[in-house]
């Protein structure tokens, strides 16, 4: 068969080796680094609105939510086209021999001519309302579905932004552990020296400096993951230069005072996605209806008017035609198929109904799970604060005894791991707490722009 070599590789074990047409990105999917510099060349450091307005208008999933809504809203045009006529025009051109007698009379005639007709429906039992019904609703679905989208990235960029500065802090927490090391060993050194403590003491100190600077640099390479991760949900490639603000040294007062059961009933009528499946139940119904009109009788009307031309030398003689009807048209039999269908159509607006119920359940779990995981990075990190404020005051006290010689280095240490454990437990319990915030903000249904900026979202009917 000719092509099999050509088209495929030469065996199991050779690759594939594809033209250059596919390999090679296209014009549209190269994104230089100077085009998008220019987008931030008045801004020396982003905030995280900056991030996210950026974020909203780069996305891929953003743009595809907004297109398949565009595309929803053409769909809904076309199917109001059936409340109007359709108009046709034609033209002809004819030429054709006649014969008469036995073929031993015979003449050609030539015609040429204009025609136009109408059709209107008058009426289908409601097939025809069903019909837009099913597609206004199919454009509701998909523009909600596009709001939950724009939540959902929301999300994403603050999940990799908070993730981001809160690496940020471990380093310099881990840039103070370092310094905190280096002093412990300068002292051991000092104590060595004076003849105050022996060789293990300054091995000790030595070992445990360079087990912080270890911590810096695994904690410098997961900073440079997070950093392309935060690129990445602005719609960028990782190896942009981009400038943002540190992990706030204390977290804004917004304390909860709605009960679970508040925010339950917020969720159910904010989030977008609830909405949505409840646009889908209402569209799988206004499917049934259309489907079943389609076996119904429909009544329309019919019109048509022509002019025909007859070619001869003489001059050009014509004739009109005019015709005018009101149609009633039965469906008779079918196959059935109209039954089977509004069957099928039963059934899926049956799944339609259980999926809203399955997505309400979702939801109230969702809200549920965050609302008590933000109750806890409260406690978390009410706790965490403490603990660092007890831990940097044992390890300085530790540090003071150590160098007026009243003190060991095993004691010394141990209080400066405990102060690097705290450090890091005070700053993933910040970061933690800026994450539960707006994992709660997004289950609820309010994570938009507009609560970012501290307004309060329209609603539209």
Do not use: C
Not at 186 to 199: N, P
Not at 293 to 309: F, K, M, V
Request: aromatic share 10%; glycine share 6%; proline share 3%.
């Amino acid at each position: 068969m000719p092509g099999i070599r050509s088209n495929t590789s030469s065996s199991p074990a050779v690759p594939y080796t594809a033209p250059n047409s596919i390999m090679k990105p296209t014009a549209s999917e190269t994104m230089t680094t100077s085009s998008v510099l220019e987008q931030f060349k008045n801004l020396n450091e982003l905030s995280l609105e900056d991030i996210i307005n950026i974020a909203l208008q780069n996305s891929t999933q953003t743009r595809y939510a907004w297109l398949q809504a565009r595309a929803s809203a053409g769909t809904l045009g076309a199917s109001r086209a059936l409340y109007f006529p359709t108009v046709t025009a034609s033209a002809d051109f004819n030429r054709y021999k006649q014969s008469l007698i036995g073929s031993q009379l015979s003449f050609l005639l030539t015609t040429y001519g204009f025609s136009a007709s109408i059709n209107y429906l008058l009426f289908n039992f409601g097939g025809r309302y069903a019909q837009v019904k099913e597609a206004h609703y199919a454009l509701l679905t998909a523009d909600l579905s596009q709001n939950y989208t724009i939540q959902n990235v929301i999300l994403q960029v603050e999940q990799a932004y908070y993730q981001y500065l809160g690496d940020k802090a471990l380093l310099d927490a881990e840039q103070k552990n370092l310094d905190n090391a280096k002093v412990n060993m300068e002292a051991a050194q000092e104590r060595y020296h004076a003849g105050l403590a022996t060789i293990a003491d300054v091995l000790q100190a030595k070992a445990a400096y360079s087990q912080a600077k270890l911590a810096l640099e695994n904690i410098n390479g997961q900073i440079q993951i997070m950093y392309g991760a935060l690129a990445t949900s602005m719609g960028f490639p990782a190896n942009i230069h981009i400038a943002v603000g540190n992990l706030p040294e204390h977290v804004p007062d917004k304390e909860i005072y709605d009960t679970i059961d508040d925010l339950i009933k917020k969720a159910e009528v904010s989030r977008p996605d609830l909405a949505a499946a409840r646009a889908q139940v209402i569209g799988a119904k206004a499917r049934v209806h259309a489907i079943l009109s389609s076996g119904l009788p429909s009544l329309s009307l019919n019109g048509t008017a022509s002019r025909t031309y007859l070619y001869s030398p003489p001059g050009n003689p014509y004739f009109d035609q005019y015709s005018g009807a009101v149609l009633l048209e039965f469906p008779l039999f079918n196959g059935f198929s109209t039954a089977y269908n509004v069957f099928a159509a039963k059934e899926q607006a049956k799944a339609a109904q259980e999926q809203l119920k399955g997505t309400q359940q979702q939801v109230i779990l969702q809200v549920w799970n965050s609302y008590y995981s933000f109750k806890t990075a409260q406690q978390s990190l009410e706790t965490s604060e403490e603990f660092l404020t007890s831990a940097r005051q044992s390890a300085d006290v530790a540090l003071g005894m150590y160098k007026q010689g009243l003190g060991d280095i095993i004691s010394l240490l141990n209080a400066q791991n405990t102060l690097a454990l705290a450090r890091a437990q005070e700053i993933q319990a910040r970061t933690t707490w800026f994450l539960a915030m707006a994992q709660l903000a997004h289950d609820t249904g309010v994570l938009t722009p507009d609560f970012l900026n501290g307004k309060t979202a329209a609603n539209h009917d």
